[in-house]
Structures are given as structure tokens and as C-alpha cells.
């Protein structure tokens, strides 16, 4: 019964979190609310979300039909750090050109489809088999089809304009400005693949194009199920080599999520990790400085970072 009260208090915990942004708390239902301007993403309880990175809006579907629980369907929406670590790669990690990416527990595909974005040559986007890898299947093909072909014309439309001396000074300045904002980097949406991993047995199925080891590896909001914790590290281990650097991103719900750092120190001398813990105030979103979010960057003992 104390274990019921006790899991039932984490599940609180836990799901308290997506609410903090809900209408009511904007101020947008009444007037004696006051009002609380936390995430510019305010639309958190939406089936579709937007965000825009490197002038690319990229929509992602929330499935709101099930419930969320600790242990089930927490990849069903978008956690707000999902959203803090792609913004942290599009602000921090200048290097993820060319660079292989794994993605552990991708949930809805957020941070995969921003890595991808930002040039990275191969990207693979986990998480469990059946709905949940689906899922992830769903957000990444539809924005990476349309991302790539808008970059594509975006090109097109440069290099004809680049050319057209009738064109007017105004009507070329508009399409340099757009492919500034756009980019001049060609995108091909196969670069980014979605595969099932599941910690506890980490194989990737046979056929999958990229198997690792990974330049990168990207690990949001997955460190809240202690009981996972050792087969996180033994999948980590077995993606990455010594030049991989893995960036984990995580709330601190007082839920165990830093035994995971503890684990990872008993077993450096047999694993090899160095870990480094980031200054959250330093290099998270400004307007998410006041709470409890941990960032850490691991390398493996004698990295040497290509
Ligand atoms: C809280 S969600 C975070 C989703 C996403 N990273 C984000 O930040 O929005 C945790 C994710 O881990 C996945 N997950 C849970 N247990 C797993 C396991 N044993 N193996 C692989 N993925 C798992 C869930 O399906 C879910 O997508």
C-alpha cells in the first residue's frame, strides 16, 4: 500500500510537469489566475506543437489519446527537455556537421530532427518497438520530407536569382535573406533513420544502415527510471567509443535521476567514463534558468574528440 502511495506520489511527480504551462497557468482562462509566462512553447497540451530552429518550423504530433504514466507513454509528448537540449545544440555544439547521431528513448523526435537539421550525416532515433518507435517514425519522416525540399527551392531559387540580372534589387535581397535564414547546406531526409532500441536488450535490428559507434549520443529527460539505470550505461557503452560524446539533459524530480552519475563513477575504472557536469544556468534557455534541469557531457576515459 506504501509502495501504491509511494509510486502514485512519483507518477504526481513526474506528470505535474507538463501541466506547468497549461492555459490556466498562462492566465488565459480567468483573470483572478495570475499569470505566468514560463515557456514561449506554451501550447504544451496541443495535439500539434511548433518550433522553429535554424528558421525551419518543425511540427510534432502529441498523441493525447492514452495516458501518461511513470512507465508508460512518456514519449507520447514532448518534454520540455527535449526542447531545451535541441536549442542547447543549436546554440553550444558547433561541430554535428558531418557527425553520426544515436538518440536513446527519442520519445517524439524533437532533438533527432534539430541534429539533423544542423547537418549531422547520419542520424538514428530510438526507442521502444511497436507505438512508441512508430511514433518517433511519424514526427521525423513528415519533417524531414518537408524541411528537405523546402531547402532544396530555397537553393533552386538562390542560384536562378543569383543569376537573373531583371530580377529587382528588393526581389533579390528577399531571396538572399531567405536563404540565409534557410541555410545553404542540402538536406536528404534519409539521413535520418528511426530503429527500436530497448536498453535492457540493446541490439539494433539487423539492416539498420548505421550501427554505431556514434560521434554523438543524445540522451532527454531518460534518466528518471532508476530501475534502468545500469542498462542505460551498458547501452551507452556499447554505442560509443572514444571519440563519442554523450549529452544528457534531465529534470531533477527527486526520482533517483542522479544515481544514474553515481553507477557510472562505481564502474569508471571497468567502463572508462569521464563525466562532466555543465553550468544549467550558463548554457540552458535563459527562461528555464530557475529550474532544477541537470546537463552533463560524458566522454569516455582517454576521449579524443575528432
Ligand atoms: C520521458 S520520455 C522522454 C522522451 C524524449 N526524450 C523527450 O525528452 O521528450 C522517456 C522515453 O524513454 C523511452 N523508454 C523508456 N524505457 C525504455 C527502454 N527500456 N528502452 C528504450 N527506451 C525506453 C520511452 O518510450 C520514452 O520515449
Not at 502511495?5 to 482562462?29: A, D, I, R
Not at 537573373?164 to 541555410?183: E, G, H, N, P, V
Not at 575504472?269 to 548554457?283: C, I, P, T, Y
Request: net charge neutral; charged share 25%; proline share 4%.
Amino acid at each position: 500500500m506504501q509502495d501504491q502511495q509511494q509510486q502514485h506520489q512519483q507518477q504526481q511527480t513526474l506528470l505535474g510537469e507538463p501541466s506547468e504551462t497549461t492555459g490556466t497557468e498562462t492566465g488565459t482562462e480567468t483573470g483572478l489566475v495570475p499569470w505566468k509566462y514560463c515557456n514561449v512553447y506554451a501550447n504544451n497540451r496541443s495535439p500539434e506543437r511548433l518550433f522553429v530552429f535554424l528558421g525551419h518550423s518543425i511540427f510534432i504530433q502529441q498523441r493525447l489519446d492514452e495516458e501518461v504514466t511513470i512507465d508508460q507513454n512518456t514519449g507520447n509528448v514532448v518534454w520540455d527537455g527535449a526542447y531545451l537540449m535541441a536549442r542547447y545544440l543549436e546554440t553550444w555544439v558547433k561541430d554535428l556537421q558531418g557527425k553520426t547521431c544515436l538518440e536513446l528513448g527519442a520519445g517524439t523526435g524533437l532533438v533527432s530532427i534539430v541534429a539533423w537539421l544542423l547537418g549531422a550525416s547520419h542520424v538514428l532515433a530510438t526507442d521502444l518497438a511497436g507505438p512508441h518507435i512508430e511514433h518517433v517514425e511519424k514526427n521525423t519522416s513528415f519533417n524531414t520530407k518537408r524541411i528537405a525540399s523546402e531547402r532544396r527551392q530555397a537553393l533552386q531559387e538562390a542560384q536562378i536569382f543569383a543569376h537573373d540580372s531583371t530580377a529587382s534589387i528588393m526581389r533579390r535581397r528577399a531571396i538572399q535573406r531567405k536563404r540565409d535564414r534557410l541555410q545553404t547546406i542540402e538536406l536528404k531526409s534519409q539521413d535520418l533513420r528511426v530503429a527500436p532500441l530497448d536498453w535492457t536488450s540493446p541490439t539494433l535490428p539487423e539492416g539498420t544502415p548505421f550501427q554505431g559507434p556514434f560521434s554523438y549520443i543524445f540522451c532527454s529527460e531518460i534518466l528518471y527510471l532508476p530501475q534502468l539505470h545500469r542498462a542505460l550505461l551498458k547501452t551507452l557503452t556499447k554505442f560509443a567509443d572514444n571519440h563519442t560524446i554523450v549529452i544528457l539533459l534531465w529534470k531533477k524530480r527527486g526520482l533517483g535521476e542522479e544515481r544514474f552519475f553515481e553507477i557510472v563513477s562505481k564502474s569508471k575504472a571497468s567502463l572508462g567514463w569521464h563525466v562532466e557536469f555543465l553550468d544549467n544556468k550558463r548554457v540552458l534557455d535563459s527562461e528555464f534558468e530557475d529550474q532544477p534541469y541537470g546537463i552533463a557531457r560524458m566522454t569516455r576515459i582517454g576521449n579524443t574528440p575528432i
